[in-house]
């Protein structure tokens, strides 16, 4: 099994940047694909955005397009989301999440993952 841990989050105010990590142990990274997700308070948890293992396909929630993006070192056994130009409504947990899959696939919805990290806070303030 492979288990997943998120870094970097915080505060940051609004039009500032932020990258969150996900570093995976217990399994090498480059055999899952990755996605992450967030949750704020009193919503449901919510697609942002998904890498392939390959790294080649990626996906990203219309709300976030254009000002985060995805990325995986398979070497460092880490992905990332670098977030920029946030916005307070982007305040929430985030969480990353892996599952194995095709060498191509990309996965948009939370159940098609089976591993899961901790989640962290990302607060915006405007």
């Known amino acids: 099994q492979v288990q997943l841990v998120e870094s970097g989050g915080g505060l940051a105010q609004a039009g500032g940047s932020l990258r969150v990590s996900c570093v995976a142990s217990g399994r090498t990274l480059s055999r899952y694909a990755m996605g992450w997700f967030r949750q704020a308070p009193g919503k449901e948890r919510e697609f942002v955005a998904a890498?392939?293992?390959?790294?080649?396909?990626?996906n990203y929630a219309d709300s976030v397009k254009g000002r985060f993006t995805i990325s995986r070192d398979n070497a460092k056994n880490t992905a990332y989301l670098q977030m920029n130009s946030l916005k307070p409504e982007d305040t929430a947990v985030y969480f990353c999440?892996?599952?194995?899959?095709?060498?191509?696939?990309?996965?948009?919805?939370?159940?098609?993952?089976?591993?899961w990290g901790q989640g962290i806070q990302v607060t915006v303030s405007s």
């Open positions: 999440a892996a599952d194995q899959t095709s060498y191509y696939n990309v996965y948009v919805t939370s159940d098609a993952y089976g591993y």
């Open positions: 890498i392939s293992r390959s790294g080649t396909s990626t």
